[in-house]
């Protein structure tokens, strides 16, 4: 009923929650549930197919995996490694890694600033090795098969005075990887999502997407190689709390011609805000230690 | 008009704006505004006096300074400067520095949140003299007379285990201070006071306060020594900003039978959240040096 | 043969070696090895006895636990456990864990200086438990016993102007423990030591021990109460190796007149500098992991 | 006499002392010397003019400027700003900055090693502009002339997988700045130079320099653009100590026969320690911060 103000998520599950709730089908996009019942992880695959489905999405054609596990923010070992799992199968379907490949991992966002650190923390968690086979060769490591993969943390704009996407430019002009994984936090729209959601696509990383909100994306058009982008919503738009707040209220209220009036109510300053839980550094690590670890696992040569 | 529902302030200015708002004058409580508009400096000191005007205020009876300062959270040197100095003649009215003191400072807050580590800033950024007037002796460094400063960061009860009162409380009785100051994060029930307000009291810090929601305070009472807490707000509480936009939109309907309605509409998860603004580690940096400059001057020997 | 020379190490181990090089038995000194070959970790337990031995020793009359574990600074998971198993093994032995207790740890050093951070790394690794029992009780928690363990990060003194041991002595007081456990970094004497070897004793933190040379100890003497010393050592006095090799050079010259001009030529400057491995922030996340699994272990309720 | 073993420093100036000892004067090779006594600032400048002199010296052809100041490692915002001005002087004679200039600063260095971290430091204090002219333009921000600045991180390989000049070269490539700046720890020779020397030139980074020893150079012959090296001796190989101090031992005997074996008996461990006083930290942030301001000050429009 409020779809006149277009809230702000990265997740394409919840892109498609406006439509699933009025039972609508989305002409283009395919939806696929699984839940694993045992494990409580649920994982939905998203496939926006034709232009058009892009269009009603708002976000261009590619398959959008998305795990959802609730105990995700909480130290459980066994449980992390569960979903450390479920990272790796869905990126060996997303990447052919039957023959070697060269992996680069971009760790976006801000160091300094806890909630969008989810990136560089997982590239300070992964085991890099592109030096390691270019200093003995897989014959000297007595391997006959290895992933070569390297990672970059770029930090932000404010910090460089570059765009971001200027930096892995050209860091993969001269690397010349056969894939980019990059790592970034997200936002969501809502608060039950937040550390507990881990969204993995072949679309890449686009404008105006992340806690930091990039200019520029980082896809496969841009890069000339092939862009995986794995997020977690870490933070959701103080005015989306807002307005679904209000819009709950409307609704309840029957006022459907106060819509406008909303729309200007939302303080502009606010844009310029995020929410965050306030056990977000606990969860940081965990998150990341996860990811990283799925990470490992898929290209754990075996 | 929404006066039944206590929305959460750490700031007494805050507290007293529901009634200058109805042009009510509290009784016991005295509020005088100095503003310096060639420094745009604004200086409000709230007197709560009487153990009625406490309660009508929801805070101990006391001295609240609160420094409103727009530019604080720029990177303004000489505007720093005249803070910080302004900080300093406020310590020195609340604090008898005739004679040598021993001044013990808590940075409260956790270091790896971003929002909450004002107070670990703060004590890094000190001078500390205490071990070296123990080590050298005043005679042997040349001094009449030098205030002796001393600081800890206590951590939070998930890291420790431990209360951080306890923590002081057990310093306090070894290290015997005739002044503690506490550094704490605060939050503000006004988005526009964050990272540019200070508030400088007499009365200590107090049990739910602060981004941590101390659950003991750090009083004259507990420490059994005079207690001065400063703090700056640095979140506002996700549940405010909902209830704010939802009382504003309310009003302008003119629903006044819908107020009960709204307080159970807060879903009771935001209550753990917190609403910042994006830039706040580079605010904190200015801000934690602000306030250990004004505490170095204030306690430097002339 | 270079006996005048005391050069410094603050592992009992290796203040045994100087004579049993010479083959001499320590009077009041008992020195028991084990060596477990299938997992390449070596235990020393020193008992230092009488008086007399604890003058020759150089340190207080206790034990001595020495574990040298030549992968410990290797990221190898399953290795590390069976090192943490060790010293949860050892701690089980010096403390009486059978009726419940209440431990708090201590994590000693420099948290801005890479090979000072063991202390506070441990800290932050640890789960806490006080705070919870307090909250819930033994039997909201489903449990019959439970150990309470509390932790803290003093600082260094030019950080807090306070001695580390006023800071433990003000939290003791509060907190009464049954037992401290101090965590410190430790200087060695031989390279070949560093970041391999854990010293657990029953005799404290001595002064002048520890990276950042403590000048007052932790002891049961000082603080009431039974305190444990865990350390590793992770740096060698600069001077100690110039002693060394200079040591084995004259030997070799057979110039034994040349002692005294030896003593002189060591810079005096070098005794403010440490030696320290270069990857010394990758072992430190290792080793800090592994101790406080162990006391992790040690404290879990069973 | 001990030339055979050729111990290692990254200061030009240190590899001209060998000769200037022995009063030799070294053709190709002009050393000049200036001492501002009132400031206390020695500023020596080294240019090697002839290939010739480049092989006698171990580097190559170009200008080795090296600001000797004391005080450097002590907190006086003064003396601070005096070394500033003179490396901002220094930079302007080597860069044409009539005319404007886009400028790369690269923070070489690992910020997990306290020792490591000055290039890391100098860029987080560096104010950058290029994403602010290329948002606004130098008319909208009413300036005619402004330059253009921008940094990079690039971590180290253990970290990234990639050498650190492929990262720089892709960033080069496509940011084509007008000259790169590169800022790195240093080994020195001599203890007496740590924390309060700095070097500039303008033959940019060399294989096997810096205190992580790069092993591939950034240098205009590697990026196609001029490449000013600035650096500042953070530590002393352990090796040199041990060396040094042999050696002189060795030249009092007279012993001149025992150099070979001197040689052999460096444990070949220690080439994989370094030596560095323990209050590395505190200097360290003094040292970031003078030379960001000088190259803050360099590059401010006027």
Known sequence: MMGSYRVRTDLALEATERFTEENVEIRGVEVKEDYNEEKDIRTTVVKIRTENGAKTMGRPQGNYITIEAPNLSVPDEDYHREVSEEVARHLRQLIDLDSDKSILVVGLGNQGITADSLGPHVVENMHMTRHIIREYGLKGLGEEKMHCT????????????????????????????????????????????LNRTIQ????????????????????????????????????????????????????????????????EMIPPHLHSMFVTPKDVDETMKYLSFTISEGLNMAFAQN
């Open 150 to 193: 390297s990672g970059i943390i770029p930090g932000v704009m404010a910090q460089t005075g570059m765009e971001t996407s200027e930096i892995v430019e050209g860091v993969v002009s001269e690397i010349k990887p056969d894939v980019v994984i990059a790592i970034d936090a997200l936002a969501a729209r809502s608060v039950k999502r």
């Open 200 to 263: 993995i696509t072949d679309t890449g990383i686009h404008p105006g997407s992340g806690v930091g909100n990039h200019r520029v994306g980082l896809t496969e058009e841009n890069l000339q190689v092939k862009v995986i982008g794995i997020g977690v919503p870490t933070v959701v738009d103080a005015a989306t709390i807002v307005h679904d707040s209000m819009a709950h209220l409307l609704d309840a209220l029957e006022e459907a011609e106060q819509k406008e009036f909303l729309e």
